[in-house]
């Protein structure tokens, strides 16, 4: 990945040599920045120091801390020493797409199924623009594995994918596919895959021809030597039979695609390094600023008020319904199969599994009806008025719009919005017009609202990899800091016998518990064990008195998953000397029971839509 550039980048980013889109003159000028450095600390794995942010964006250091402290007290990123740090909870923003998507639940089952029974990674992927994004993965664990993540961008011609959902594009779609391609024939602007070899061949309208005629497509080493894979489209609920159209040919409208070219569109112009606009400036009271008339109560805006992106569903419709939702791909590598070989032996397998998602697609019910959450950023005036200018109250109030969608709340009008939030309707309209801006957001003819792909650009795919002992490090780390003493993370090994510590916590003293991860204990003789195998105390916890080894006292208590389940457990561990038996259940435990319900909440978050490994 090159060196972030000194020069000034845009929240989003169009491909070289594309004319950038005008910013909205109603546009939330804070709450562009915000995803720009999101988007700066995505594409660099999920950390970066402040310095590094400021040469990335071209915002002002001034700025950039402001932003990172806003992002912190939500709970998005954690300043970590010298880095900013792309924290799990962020994940709550790409959950909601995925929630509101419907696929990953419908068909996951399938697609995990199907990798165990080939033995190979099993992947689902959804179009965005001419590129596509991974909303599922079923990997193998192997010594050579396969790297994508879910939200990773991929542009469609290096993707046996790509030429599947390019049998629907229109010829606008593919004139904008062509001059990404002239603009950026070395597709720097996808930095989850390679560069593109100099003089490549452009066979993608015959592939995307071939895939038309045969109703799947292969990828044969197209994005690196070695890598193939297997294609085929799940369709919606009212498909006809599969298309036999050529390279270009038009499936319909357009289909809600924005213009663009697999890229993140241009935010229009950054201020100067060091100085902050005028427009748009976050106002020191903590008062959202009204941009021109807010509609009569009752009556949505105008359409042009807020830019159309194309059709979206009904409420509880599957997207795309008709057309080619998702495509399930099988990938492997050609020391397993050749790209033929691939193709006549799990091909039949594939088309099994795909007809038997599309069956769960027609049968599945509409989101069932739940109470509508109310007031989700009503917090943000407290903080603003606790932290004053530190705080960038309508960047936080932005990004809590993004939450407002879910599995039950899939497309949602501007009234809803703003009552979900709790913000007034002209704010909410403000965040709604800057999203489409950004291509975070689609709003339909009929005046709803549909994320799209492009919110799993915001930190989830470098989050998508983490595991539980990353997630519980940092809060380990504070109770130790908070108690002064050793505390730790474990799980059960697979007999049930013992337990296997997975991440420490050291105290700063010259006498500590020394135990390092991976370190294998009884779990009958230790506080961890107990707390995973159930011998808890009336109050929920275990508390083991020198059983283990004269001196050694420690309090345990369960890290549970999302369904209530023990995962793992968190301890707090110390020489009897300094804490009698009644002083670690009155001064620890409470400490112990707020980070093991931090990390349940980072966890819950992080293993929504993604398999988080415990070790």
């Known amino acids: 990945m090159p060196p972030p550039s000194a020069t000034p980048a845009p929240a989003t980013e169009e491909p070289s040599g594309a004319a950038p889109a005008a910013v909205p003159a109603e546009a939330v000028t804070p709450l562009i920045r915000g995803v720009a450095v999101l988007h700066r600390l995505t594409e660099a794995g999920g950390a970066l120091s402040p310095s590094t942010l400021e040469r990335a964006t071209g915002l002002a250091r001034s700025t950039i801390d402001r932003i990172t402290a806003t992002l912190a007290r939500m709970g998005y990123v954690r300043l970590d020493g010298r880095d900013v740090v792309l924290a799990p909870r962020l994940m709550e923003l790409g959950n909601a797409y995925l929630a509101a998507l419907r696929l990953p639940a419908l068909l996951a089952g399938r697609a995990d199924a199907l990798a165990d029974a080939l033995d190979e990674s099993v992947s689902l992927a959804v179009a965005d623009r001419d590129g596509i994004r991974f909303i599922h ?102 498909a006809g039979p599969a298309p036999r159209a050529g390279a270009g040919a038009v499936r319909g409208p357009e289909a809600g695609r924005e213009p663009g070219a697999g890229q993140e569109p241009e935010t229009g112009q950054e201020p100067e390094t060091g100085q902050e606009p005028e427009t748009g400036q976050e106002p020191e009271t903590g008062q959202e600023p009204e941009a021109g008339q807010e509609p009569e109560a009752g009556q949505e805006p105008e359409a042009g008020q807020v830019p159309e992106a194309g059709q979206v569903p009904e409420a509880g419709q599957v997207p795309g319904a008709g057309g080619i939702v998702c495509v399930a791909s099988v990938v492997s590598h050609t020391s397993r199969h050749t790209a033929e070989h691939l193709r006549t032996t799990l091909l039949p397998r594939l088309r099994e599994t795909v007809a038997a998602m599309e069956r769960d697609l027609a049968a599945a019910p509409p989101p ?141 003293r010259i006498m500590s518990v020394d135990l390092t991860v991976g ?97």
């Open 368 to 508: 069932a009806p739940s109470e509508p959450p109310a007031g989700l950023a009503t917090w943000t005036a407290a903080s603003k008025q606790e932290l004053g200018r530190e705080f960038v109250e309508s960047l936080a109030r932005g990004l809590t719009v993004l939450t407002a969608f879910d599995a039950d709340r899939p497309a949602l009008t501007l009234a809803e919005v703003a009552k979900a939030t709790g913000l007034p309707r002209a704010t909410a309209r403000r965040a709604l017009i800057t999203y489409e801006h950004l291509g975070l957001v689609a709003a339909g003819p009929d005046r709803r609202f549909t994320l799209t792909p492009r919110v799993l650009s915001l930190g989830f795919p470098p989050l998508s990899r983490t595991s539980l002992p990353r997630i519980a490090q940092p809060h380990l780390e504070d109770l130790a800091a908070r108690v002064h003493e050793s505390a730790s993370l474990a799980v059960l090994t697979p007999s049930g016998d013992e337990i296997q510590y997975t991440a420490r916590a050291a105290a700063g």
């Open 137 to 238: 993965q079923a990997t193998r664990r192997r010594a050579m594995s396969l790297s994508f993540r879910i939200g990773d961008l991929l542009p469609a011609e290096r993707t046996a994918p790509g030429a599947l959902f390019a049998t629907e594009w229109t010829e606008a779609e593919w004139r904008r596919r062509r001059e990404r391609r002239a603009a950026d024939p070395e597709d720097r602007g996808f930095p989850a895959v390679p560069p593109r070899p100099p003089l490549a061949p452009d066979d993608f309208e015959e592939r995307t021809a071939r895939a038309a005629r045969e109703d799947c497509a292969t990828d044969d080493q197209l994005i690196e030597p070695g890598l193939i894979a297997l294609s085929v489209p799940v369709r919606g609920p009212g």
């Open 519 to 615: 370190t294998r204990l009884p779990a009958h003789a230790t506080a961890l064990g107990r707390a995973l195998t159930g011998a808890l105390t009336e109050d929920g916890y275990a508390l083991v008195d020198e059983e283990l080894e004269e001196g050694l006292r420690a309090v345990a208590v369960p890290v549970r998953d999302r369904s209530g389940r023990p995962v793992a457990a968190a301890n707090v561990a110390l020489h009897a000397a300094r804490r009698t038996r009644e002083e670690c259940v009155t001064e620890l435990l409470p400490a112990l029971r707020r980070t093991a319900a931090a990390i349940e909440a980072d966890y819950h978050v992080a293993a929504r839509f993604t398999r988080v490994a415990l070790v």
